[in-house]
């Protein structure tokens, strides 16, 4: 008779059916459904959440683009929203929090340098030379109001005429402030009263 052929070794699958699913790997990928969705949840209360709005950093920014011109600092402007950003968005990196002061001369000018002296930062002097070094974290609120004062005042300087449909894409949808418009007001202050028809009710044929 012929040997018999060994006996196969046990699946790994082996007492689930075609339609049968490991309640194990389904409890996992609810769980982790659950804390992706709990991520998501927390991240667009922080987005919802508004910044203090700083009016007197504001004055100072509009004078400083008033006295140099908007095309002059835009870019100045834009470079301090994207240095600032980048740090709010890490404030535990501390290769972050202590800049040179002749790299930030030459990025955002000594002028701005206010701005990031509002945000927590201080100059002083290092042995390879002259930084402006953060405070730290617990400046990370007052670093966002100033992060929003200094990018609503480099998208001022934008033109508008010249933005492309992605960028005003981008800027509505992050709420940022679009140059040539300072507020949208889509509110009825009045409701207005309902008007009277001038066209007659056409007449039934029983109606004389």
Same mark, same amino acid.
């Given at each position: 008779?012929?040997?018999?052929?060994?006996?196969?070794?046990?699946?790994?699958?082996?007492?689930?059916?075609?339609?049968?699913?490991?309640?194990?790997?389904?409890?996992?990928?609810? %769980?982790?459904?659950?804390?992706?969705?709990? %991520?998501?949840?927390?991240?667009?209360?922080? +987005?919802?959440?508004?910044?203090?709005?700083?009016?007197?950093?504001?004055?100072?920014?509009?004078?400083?683009?008033?006295?140099?011109?908007?095309?002059?600092?835009?870019?100045?402007?834009?470079?301090?929203?994207?240095?600032?950003?980048?740090?709010?968005?890490?404030?535990?990196?501390? =290769?972050?929090?202590?800049?040179?002061?002749?790299?930030? +001369?030459?990025?955002?000018? +000594?002028?701005?340098?206010?701005?990031?002296?509002?945000?927590?930062?201080?100059?002083?002097?290092?042995?390879?030379?002259?930084?402006?070094?953060?405070?730290?974290?617990?400046?990370?609120?007052?670093? =966002?109001?100033?992060?929003?004062?200094?990018?609503?005042?480099?998208?001022?300087?934008?033109?508008?005429?010249?933005?492309?449909?992605?960028?005003?894409?981008?800027?509505?949808?992050?709420?940022?402030?679009?140059?040539?418009?300072?507020?949208?007001?889509? =509110?009825? %202050?009045?409701?207005?009263?309902?008007?009277?028809?001038?066209?007659?009710?056409?007449?039934?044929?029983?109606?004389?």
């Amino acid at each position: 008779a012929p040997a018999a052929a060994p006996a196969a070794a046990p699946a790994a699958t082996e007492g689930y059916g075609p339609g049968d699913v490991n309640p194990e790997l389904v409890l996992q990928a609810i %769980e982790a459904v659950t804390q992706a969705l709990a %991520e998501s949840k927390e991240a667009k209360k922080l +987005e919802a959440e508004e910044v203090r709005e700083d009016l007197e950093l504001r004055k100072r920014l509009e004078a400083f683009t008033a006295e140099k011109g908007a095309e002059t600092v835009r870019q100045e402007l834009g470079n301090a929203s994207k240095i600032l950003r980048r740090l709010s968005e890490d404030i535990l990196n501390v =290769k972050l929090h202590a800049m040179r002061r002749e790299v930030l +001369e030459r990025t955002v000018g +000594e002028s701005l340098f206010f701005t990031f002296e509002e945000a927590g930062f201080q100059e002083c002097s290092t042995e390879t030379g002259q930084v402006l070094r953060w405070a730290g974290p617990d400046c990370s609120e007052r670093l =966002k109001e100033v992060l929003h004062e200094v990018q609503r005042a480099a998208d001022l300087c934008l033109d508008p005429d010249t933005m492309s449909f992605d960028q005003v894409s981008e800027m509505v949808s992050k709420g940022r402030t679009l140059p040539g418009i300072l507020q949208i007001d889509d =509110k009825v %202050e009045k409701p207005l009263p309902a008007k009277d028809s001038a066209l007659e009710r056409p007449k039934k044929p029983w109606e004389k």
